[in-house]
C-alpha cells in the first residue's frame, strides 16, 4: 500500500498489526494466488482492492495483503482482475495444462445437471433443479433463417446444466486473458456460445456447448452463473460437425490449431468411411471408390479430411504411442515451450511419408491379420518417430533451457548445453524440413536398393508401405544417427548463429546438400543422402 497515506502514517508495531489481521481476514492466504503467506518468513506486501483512482476508501476494509513477487507480477491490473487471472492459471497448471471447458465448468459446480425437455407448439420447455430448488424455463423455436433444416433457441442457462461438446470441439481451454480483462471492464460478449440439446419426448438431456467455449471460461471465471447461448435442437450432429470445423477452418473465423483440425476430420472420414464399409452396394472396398461414392460437390472436401484422418491416426497411434508428439506443441501455432511445431511435423514429416491420395487398392476386409497397406504406413512412420525421439529429443531437450532467443543467447556466450543445442536448432521449422528431405532420399534408396519398394512408391510417399525388418530398421537408425552427429549443429561462431536463423528452406537445402552459405562455399562435409549411404553401407543391394 505504498501510495496509501493512511498506512504509511502508522507507526511500524501498528503497520504489523494490520498485516496480521488482513492475513487472518484471508484466511491466511495471499489475496492474488491465494497460496499460503507466512508472515514471519515472507516478504509481502499490500494494495487497494478498489483502486483509488476508481473512488476506492483508503482504509483497511480495502487492502488487501499478497507476496511481494505477486504484486509485482500483476502489473498495473487492479487486484480483482488480477486474482481472476490466478485463479484460472492455477486451474490450468492443477490440469497439467490439459484444460477443457469441462473442467472449467465443474470448478464452479456446473456439469451437475440435467434437464428435462418438452417440444409443444415452437417452444421448448427446460425443467431442472439448480440452486434453491427448480426452475422451469420456456423458449421460443426459431428456424434457421436461411431454411436449413436446423431448430434452436437463444437462452441464458445455468452453468449447471452446461457441458463441454468434446466431440464436436475437442480443443482446450488455453488463454483466455484478454477476454478476462475485456469482460472484467463490463463489455458486452458480442458473440453467444453455440450448444446442441436432444429433444426427445419426455428425455433428460445435457446442454453440449461446442463453440464459444472461451468466452464462456472466461464469463465463469468471473462468478457468472449463466451464460448466454443459441442452442440447435436435435441437430444432424455429422453435418453441424462439418459446418462447425468449415467454419473454423475454410472460412476462417477463430481458426482451429492445426492437430483439432486434423483430429476432427479425423472423426468425420472416421465415421463416413465405416458406414460406407458396412453397407453392401459397394463390392470392392477402397479409399478411392469410398470418394467416388460421394456426390461431386463432397468428393474435395472429403480428400482433405483423408489427409487429417491420415495425420491424426499418426499423432495419436496408442499401440504402441507416438513419443514424439511429447515434444510437439499441438495447442498454438509454433513452438513456444516445446522444440516442434506441429506444422513442422506436417511439412517435415506427414507430407513426405503419407501417400495423401486415396488408396485404390481393395481392402481385405475379412482378413485382418493380413494389416492393409495404411495400417503398415502408420506403424512404420509411428516406429520411425520413436526412434527421432528417442535418437534426438529424449533425454537432449531441456524444457528449462527453452528455445526462446537462443541464437542470441549463444552469441552472447550463454553454456547451452550441447545435446539441447543440437536438439533446439534440429527442430526449428524450416531446418527440420531441410534434413528430413535429405534423410527421405537416403531412406528410399536404401529400401529401393534391398527391393522393398520401388521407384513409383517413392514418388508416390509410399516409402513406408514396405514391411520393413529388423535389420533394415538398424540401418535407418544409423542414417538418423549420422544426421544427428554432423558437425553443424554445434557450431557457435556469430555467423552460424545468424544462418540458424534463417527462415528459408531453399537456404538450408543449398547448404546441406552443396555446402554452400551466401554464396561461398564451407568447408567440411555435405549432409546430403550420398553421405549417408557411403557412411552406413546402404548403397549395396540385400538378398
Not at 492445426?258 to 477402397?286: C, M, N
Request: glycine share 6%; charged share 30%; net charge negative.
Amino acid at each position: 500500500m505504498s501510495d496509501s497515506r493512511q498506512f504509511s502514517s502508522l507507526a511500524n508495531d501498528e503497520k504489523d498489526r494490520v498485516r496480521a489481521r488482513l492475513h487472518r481476514r484471508q484466511g491466511d492466504v495471499c489475496f492474488l494466488c491465494e497460496r499460503a503467506i507466512v508472515l514471519a518468513a515472507d516478504e509481502v506486501e499490500g494494495d487497494h482492492i478498489d483502486p483509488l483512482a476508481q473512488s476506492g476508501l483508503d482504509d483497511d476494509a480495502n487492502w488487501a495483503l499478497m507476496h511481494a513477487h505477486c504484486n509485482e507480477s500483476k502489473g498495473a491490473k487492479d487486484l480483482q482482475l488480477a486474482r481472476v487471472m490466478a485463479r484460472f492459471r492455477n486451474l490450468s497448471d492443477e490440469h497439467e495444462g490439459q484444460l477443457y471447458a469441462q473442467q472449467v465448468l465443474e470448478s464452479v459446480g456446473g456439469a451437475s445437471r440435467t434437464a428435462f425437455v418438452d417440444v409443444q407448439d415452437r417452444q421448448i420447455k427446460l425443467r431442472y433443479d439448480v440452486g434453491a430448488g427448480p426452475v422451469e424455463s420456456t423458449f421460443d423455436i426459431m428456424g434457421d433463417p436461411g431454411g436449413a433444416p436446423f431448430d434452436s433457441f437463444f437462452g441464458l442457462l445455468p452453468v449447471e446444466v452446461l457441458y463441454h461438446d468434446a466431440e464436436l470441439n475437442p480443443r482446450k481451454i488455453l488463454s483466455i486473458d484478454g477476454l478476462l480483462q475485456e469482460f472484467y471492464r463490463r463489455n458486452p460478449q458480442l458473440h453467444v456460445a453455440l450448444g446442441r440439446i436432444s429433444a426427445e419426448p419426455g428425455d433428460v438431456a445435457k446442454v453440449l456447448v461446442f463453440d464459444g467455449q472461451h468466452k464462456m471460461a472466461a464469463q465463469i471465471m468471473l462468478g457468472r452463473r449463466e451464460i448466454p447461448l443459441r442452442v440447435f435442437i436435435d441437430p444432424d450432429t455429422e453435418r453441424l460437425k462439418a459446418v462447425n470445423r468449415r467454419a473454423h477452418k475454410e472460412l476462417r473465423q477463430v481458426e482451429f490449431f492445426r492437430a483439432v483440425i486434423d483430429t476432427l476430420g479425423d472423426d468425420v472420414w472416421g465415421k463416413e468411411f465405416a458406414r460406407y464399409l458396412e453397407d453392401g452396394q459397394h463390392p470392392q472396398k477402397s479409399e478411392s471408390a469410398f470418394v467416388e461414392s460421394l456426390p461431386a460437390d463432397r468428393r474435395s472436401e472429403m480428400k482433405r479430411m483423408l489427409k487429417e484422418h491420415l495425420r491424426a491416426r499418426v499423432a495419436n497411434n496408442q499401440e504402441p504411442p507416438n513419443r514424439f508428439f511429447d515434444f510437439v506443441e499441438k495447442d498454438t501455432s509454433r513452438a513456444t515451450d516445446k522444440p516442434v511445431a506441429y506444422y513442422s511435423v506436417q511439412q517435415a514429416m506427414f507430407k513426405l511419408y503419407l501417400d495423401y491420395h486415396p488408396n485404390t487398392q481393395p481392402l481385405s476386409l475379412e482378413d485382418e491379420e493380413q494389416g492393409d497397406a495404411r495400417q503398415i504406413e502408420r506403424l512404420n512412420l509411428t516406429h520411425f518417430m520413436n526412434m527421432l525421439a528417442e535418437e534426438l529429443l529424449e533425454g537432449c531437450y531441456d524444457p528449462g533451457t527453452g528455445i526462446r532467443r537462443l541464437e542470441e543467447r549463444v552469441r552472447g556466450g550463454e553454456p547451452i548445453p550441447v545435446d539441447h543445442l543440437r536438439s533446439a536448432r534440429m527442430f526449428r521449422k524450416s531446418l527440420f524440413q531441410a534434413w528430413s528431405e535429405v534423410l527421405y532420399e537416403a531412406i528410399a534408396f536404401f529400401l529401393r536398393a534391398r527391393g522393398l519398394i520401388d521407384a513409383s512408391m517413392e514418388q508416390t510417399h509410399r516409402v513406408f508401405w514396405a514391411k520393413i525388418g529388423d535389420e533394415e530398421w538398424r540401418t535407418i537408425r544409423s542414417m538418423v544417427s549420422l544426421v544427428r552427429d554432423h558437425q553443424l549443429w554445434l557450431q557457435r561462431q556469430e555467423q552460424h548463429t545468424r544462418w540458424f536463423g534463417e527462415t528459408n528452406v531453399a537456404f538450408f537445402q543449398e547448404w546441406f546438400r552443396n555446402g554452400i552459405v551466401e554464396g561461398e562455399r564451407i568447408d567440411g562435409t555435405p549432409l546430403d543422402a550420398a553421405y549417408l549411404q557411403r557412411a552406413v553401407g546402404a548403397t549395396s543391394v540385400g538378398p
